[in-house]
């Protein structure tokens, strides 16, 4: 009897075993043994994201950054149009800026959902909500904004991936200045309409650029795609129910019997489990906002700093032409100041990772999240600063120059803010790094779309030095918190059972 034969008698049924990037591919003791040096060069396509090339690492980050400073810009151009619109439909102040705080709500709403099926389905699906309402553009537009972070934490490793973030925090804020100074020129020049019409084009563009040049992200859509390609060639590329040929033991020892082998995703949920886990994803970030202190502290950070960003869409040209007389698309351009706020705190946050080490603290555990603070707790008291300077300087008296400048240092705090809570929430939560990103997007958009309604009224009564200190003095107070979690942040992870779970599987 021949060897073959003995282990074809020996053989149980099938074995199921998981898939990795690593996992060697064993040679079939009959079938398709001809062609199996091609089959091993095309498996090989099948690899991590971390291990794409810099090039095309660099095509992702850059295509994708660029979608956040038009989604930013979407949230922000709107503003500029508000007298216009007001002429048109003759509503009030208060009615027309509704348009920020729908298009918010959008903004915060659409990652609850987007970013869990993401981490099920993989990123690019995910990419194609985009409406024309301010509702559903803020939806589409927080694809961009929410998944971006995903998408770098799926193809850099924490060690590699400050300077991807910094430039993407730095795109929506930039963006947010961008809107307005754009805008506003054009609602000068042309009409209103424009300014929507212009987006509609570049999103166009963009989404085209998306689909045709971002590949997929996820990890683990990649090892489905693997599964089901050595399934498909173990099985002679047949159509008839799943039956794997015989195989030899993956070191091709003939000692070891052979086993009817089919790969599969370790975690791969069954299609009768596959409700009960969508349902689990969609809750995630509302279970991590409301159970995870980490979350909740930096949801709340990260809200007042947007807020603050969205207070200034509705104040910054109102005190301009009241206080200096300036006309609207001058009073739009200081958001210039915005824009070089957003470049240098990109640049200074590129930069500041490189020397990390050199600081008088340990920083013998590089894997540690907490790092990523060390910085901001300085960088992010340049918020309240900007405020006090912003608020205190409004007067006649004052060079136009100062609060323009105040505009810009209050922004590069907001950069710090920004940049910390992305890199540390993709640190800590890893694998569900978009879903802990979500929800403090929800808190970010949801509070930051508010407060623009109040702006005028809590300007008018305060005036602006005390309205911009009032701001000032929760910046203050918020920024304590980083400063705790350098100390204490290992503590409060190890009584997390997500941290603990995640940091269980690496």
Known sequence: ?????????????????????????????????????????????????????????????????????????????????????????????????????????????????????????????????????????????????????????????????????????????FGIGFGPLISGFIVDHTSWTWVFWIQVIVNAVLIAVFILVVPETRESVWLARKAKYLNRWYQGGQDSEPTPVELNSVDGSPSVKARRVQWYVDGEVSAENMLAL??????????????????????????????????????????????YGFSLSMADATFTSACIGSILATLAGIYQEQHIYLLPVDTSDTSSPERRLYFSCVESLLLPVGLFMFGWSATASVHWIVPTIAIGIATAGIFSVYLAVFNYLADTYSTYASSAIAAQSFCRNAIGGVLPLVTNQMYSSLRYGPGSSLLGGIGLLLSIGPWVLVFYGPHIRSRSRVARLLEAKT
């Open 1 to 173: 009897m021949s060897t073959t034969s003995t282990l074809n008698d020996q053989h149980q049924g099938v074995v199921r075993l998981p898939v990795d990037f690593d996992t060697p591919l064993p040679i079939p003791l009959k079938g398709r043994t001809a062609d199996y040096e091609n089959f091993v060069s095309a498996a090989a396509k099948f690899r991590s994201p971390y291990d794409f090339s810099p090039m095309r690492k660099n095509i992702i980050v850059c295509i994708s950054c660029l979608a956040t400073i038009f989604a930013s810009f979407a949230a922000s151009a709107y503003a500029p149009c508000k007298e216009q619109l007001i002429e048109k439909w003759d509503l009030s102040a208060v009615t027309i800026l509704t348009g920020i705080s729908v298009f918010t709500a959008g903004f915060a709403l659409g990652p609850m959902a987007l970013a869990p099926l993401s981490e099920l389905k993989g990123r690019k699906p995910v990419f194609a909500p985009l409406g024309s309402s301010r509702f559903w553009a803020g939806v589409g537009g927080s694809t961009y904004s929410t998944l971006v972070g995903g998408i770098i934490s799926d193809i850099y490793r924490p060690s590699e991936r400050n300077t991807a973030m910094a430039i993407f925090s730095g795109g929506a804020l």
């Open 278 to 323: 969508i349902t689990t994803s969609l809750l995630r970030p509302f279970q991590l906002l409301f159970t995870e202190p980490v979350v909740f502290f930096f949801s709340a950070w990260a809200a007042f700093s947007w807020s603050v960003l969205y207070i200034m869409l509705a104040a910054v040209p109102t005190m301009f032409t009241e206080v």
